[in-house]
């Protein structure tokens, strides 16, 4: 018996192409019949290799499938191995010679190959090898046409990895990028990449006020727009909601990434035409670039979103590059929102009370409620220490409601306790997540049903820039709050956010004056000037003047001179307090 032909001698073999129904035991002619039958009907072609001789034969759908139906020609093993895609060649001879050796007795392989008449479908092709001493080895298998389902699946699979909405790769496709660039990385001679993190401003109130069409549609544009700042080589996808990572293949320095965001930040200079009408937002990018150390796709992509998250932090609409000052202060802010979790079971929060007195009479006439954290090793925190933390966490709406319920219960428990007293009011400041929660109404009706404080004992504060930014969402909640009798003031006011037009839309009882421009009444003719035409400017609109950061006595004074202040509130009139001391302050 000769030995098989090597892979080098094959293409001097001569062959020749004939089937048989393949014999089978004790069987008759009628039953080989029966087999070939069934064999036509499964649709595959057969083969097998009579490897002393180191021939092919095939079937004659087996031919068909080739592009050799109808002719006359013999393909040999180096022909046919022709027929094979050359990614797939390797895995093919791999699995023949495991057969001849007996590695393994049978294989199962998806091969690309392509007809004799040029085209290129998707096979699979089963082999398996039997020895025995009578016919030595015999190896023999099918070929299955599987292009429709293979072509399917690879779709599926690209489907898969792309966003419906913008046909962007998603983040499963990002993460390939990701790997295979990370596997180049350690070639020197290849410059380093970089990561930004896209996250779009203002998209959330665009999104409620406009609807969810509207956001689609901005999506859409900014994924068009971010792509026209991206070389040929780089790779946009959107991760999720609102935000884009853009993988940017070469960049010699972090002055190149930062360019890069800068083009980013350029394609949303001009506003974008949605739901029939022209929206301007902007982007805070977060910078990530390579080094030479160890990197993996998730370390790159979460220093990249936190240098993101700090740009966002500090007003949005900028590039920040990351550095491990801006990791180690986000784990901060991790612990101190895990620590505000902890201070809601434990009731480590509590109110204190700041009086507000009448500018006329300087009787008191209520309080404003201010949130104050008993932290167990920092020991007592101002809201300011703490209230960004609990709004990045989404905690906020949580910890504002609890705040509510308590000045609410407060308030009623004075009220009904000096009966004597002028009747008291009591200010709440709202943040934004407050003002545009679904819920946000009903927590506060069910805060004064359950306290059993009248709606007109309570004022909700927001600060312009909050009011203007959610003025879609807001005004139709407050206006349904005012009707209940319930206050609404605006804190902060005259930092010119406000509009004249937009201020008659809101439900407005009171406008606070911004502290800052009452500490410069005194020896600030320019400052008194604006102040007092605040004033009168909010009386014209039939609207009480709160004025805060009262620090003097000349502020003071010289504000009892000028008049129509209806409130007036600060440290020179009395410094937040705890209930004990505020209650003092009501039974005087």
Known sequence: MRNPPRDDDRAHVTTRVDYQTPAVSGSTRQDRSAWALAASVANDGLWYLDVPEGRIRLSPRALELLGYAGDDSTPSVADLAAHVDASHVRPLRDAMRQLRRGDRTR???ELRMLSRGGERRWMMIRGRARRSGHEGLVIAGSLADIDRRKR????LREELRRDPLTGLPNRAALAEWLMARIARASNAALPRFAVLYVDLDRFKIINDSLGHAAGDALLIETSRRLSTALGPNDLLARVGGDEFVALVDAVGAEGDAQRIAASMQDTMRSG????????????SVGVRVSGSWSMKPSDLLRDADVAMYHAKRHGGARTMMFDQTLFEEMATRFRVQSELHRALQHEELRLAYQPIFDGTNARLCGFEALARWNHPTRGRLCAGDFVSDANASGLIVQ??????????????????????????TVAVNLCD???IDPDFVASVEQALAVSGLPPSRLVLEMTEGVMMTHMETAVPALRRLRALGVQIQLDDFGRGYSSLSALRRMPLTAIKIDKTFIAGI??????????????????????????EGVETSEQAALLTEMGGFRYVQGHFFGKPSVAGDAEELIAE
């Open 107 to 109: 294989f199962e392989l």
């Open 152 to 155: 399917a699946e690879l779709t």
């Open 272 to 283: 974008v035409a949605v739901a029939g009408r022209e929206v301007f937002t902007s982007l």
């Open 399 to 424: 910890i504002g409601r609890w705040v509510l319920g308590e000045a609410c219960r407060q308030l009623a428990d004075w009220n009904r306790e000096y009966p004597q007293a002028t009747p008291l």
């Open 433 to 435: 997540r407050e003002l």
């Open 522 to 547: 005194v020896g600030d003719e320019e400052c008194r000037a604006i102040v007092g035409t605040i004033a009168a400017f909010a009386r014209a609109l039939g609207l009480d003047v709160v004025a």
